[in-house]
Every structure is written in C-alpha cells, then in structure tokens.
C-alpha cells in the first residue's frame, strides 16, 4: 500500500517571502499522479498542483512550484512571494494511475502553514 | 455548475441515532468519492462510484454505513447506530473516469454525535 509522509507539522513564512512544504511517499509502482491540496480554515479542500510521475519537468502553477525527485520520492511544494490568503492547511496526495482498485487518495497528514504580516 | 455541495454542512445527533449526508457532485463527473477526515489528520477514503456502481470500500466502512448514488448524479452516505467515534468531516469529491483525475472536493458535513 502506498504511504506518503509530510514531516513539517507546521511551518511559517514572512508574508512575502518564500517558503518549501515536504512531502515523501512510498510506493512500488513507476507511474502514478501526485498533487498538492489547500484547506483554508472552515473552507473547503481546493487542489493546488499535480505532478505526472511520468514527466520528468516540474510543474508549476503561478506562485506555486513543486520540485519532484522521483527516485527519492520525494515532492516538495515552493510558494513564492506569500501572500495572506496562503494561510491554511496543505496536504499532499498521492494516486495510482491504475484503473482498478486504486482510484483513492492518499493523503499525508498535512502542514498548517501561517503567514506572519 | 459551481462544484461540489453537501448537505447538510453541520450534523450534531446522538449516539444510537442514525443520520444522512448527501452530496451533489459535479454534474459532467461520473465519479463520486466519499472521505472522511478527523481533527489534525488528512482525509481518509471511505468508498467511490463510477456512475451508479459503488466500485470499492474502504476496510474504514463498517457495516453501520451504507453508500448509494441511485441514478449516477447525487450520493447519500447513511450512517446506523451512529457513535461517538464517528464524530468527523465527511468530505465527497467527484471527478472525470480518465486522467489525471483531480478529484473536486466539497465543503464537506461535519457530524458531532454527543
């Protein structure tokens, strides 16, 4: 069974500056889908940023970039120039790209991330 | 079309009680998923549908909830004989049946059983 692993509890940045959540997963299988979910206080889970395991280039939304070490398994998420509204729980998520019996995701336990004004 | 809904988006009952959830999910996706998710932790699957087929649950899924989604749009999630440890964030998402499979989520119903 897949596992994924975020380290950082909790984390902080200056509004403005730039900040890197972890994220390590386990698995076995080559090709598989990895994203990044945001949960606001009291708000609902939006998604940040997927990764393809496939793609060797990292993706990039905006402010927000991952940086994917696949044999490491490792997928990290880079929110450049924090912003107020960055504040909130992130989780990162992981998908097996198998059709059959594998359509969930797995979810890591999340980092709350505050923004110091 | 604006994404998921649930209802109802705060459920308090008491223990013995049983209760309903329902989830609308985006109307072009044939899948639905249901999660739940308690206080410090990240969603954990319960179970998911292609169209009107509940396809797979979660071991989490006891005997005391029941998933339906009777015409391949909404999904109720039924909980019998509710108890204090079900008290949670049941989150439903839907999504498309092909890559990459981002799943929309909803803003969720939390159950408090007292």
């Known amino acids: 069974a897949q596992t994924v692993t975020q380290s950082q509890p909790e984390m902080s940045v200056q509004e403005a500056e730039t900040v890197t959540l972890s994220c390590t997963y386990d698995?076995?299988?080559?090709?598989?889908?990895l994203f990044w979910y945001k949960q606001p206080p009291s708000r609902q889970m939006i998604l940040v940023i997927r990764?393809?395991?496939?793609?060797?280039q990292n993706a990039t939304e905006n402010r927000f970039s991952v940086n994917f070490q696949k044999a490491a398994k490792s997928f990290s998420l880079k929110i450049s120039d924090s912003q107020l509204g960055d504040a909130a729980m992130y989780f990162c998520?992981?998908?097996?790209?198998?059709?059959?019996?594998?359509?969930?995701?797995?979810f890591g336990t999340g980092t709350r991330l505050t923004i110091i004004p | 079309d604006t994404g998921v809904s649930q209802d109802p988006r705060h459920k308090i009952t008491k223990r013995g009680q049983n209760v309903t959830f329902r989830c609308d999910p985006i109307?072009?996706?044939?899948?639905l998923y249901w999660y739940r998710q308690t206080l410090g932790q990240g969603p954990e699957f319960l179970t998911y549908f292609q169209n009107e087929a509940q396809l797979e649950k979660s071991r989490l899924l006891s005997d005391r909830f029941s998933a339906e989604r009777p015409k391949g749009s909404f999904s109720t999630l039924e909980i019998q004989r509710t108890e204090q440890g079900d008290s949670a964030m049941y989150l439903c998402a839907s999504s498309f049946d092909r890559g990459p499979y981002e799943q929309y989520f909803g803003p969720g119903t939390r159950l408090t059983v007292t």
């Open positions: 998520a992981y998908r097996s790209t198998s059709n059959f019996g594998n359509e969930k995701l797995t």
């Open positions: 109307s072009e996706h044939n899948r």
């Open positions: 990764q393809e395991a496939y793609k060797q």
């Open positions: 698995t076995s299988e080559s090709d598989y889908y």
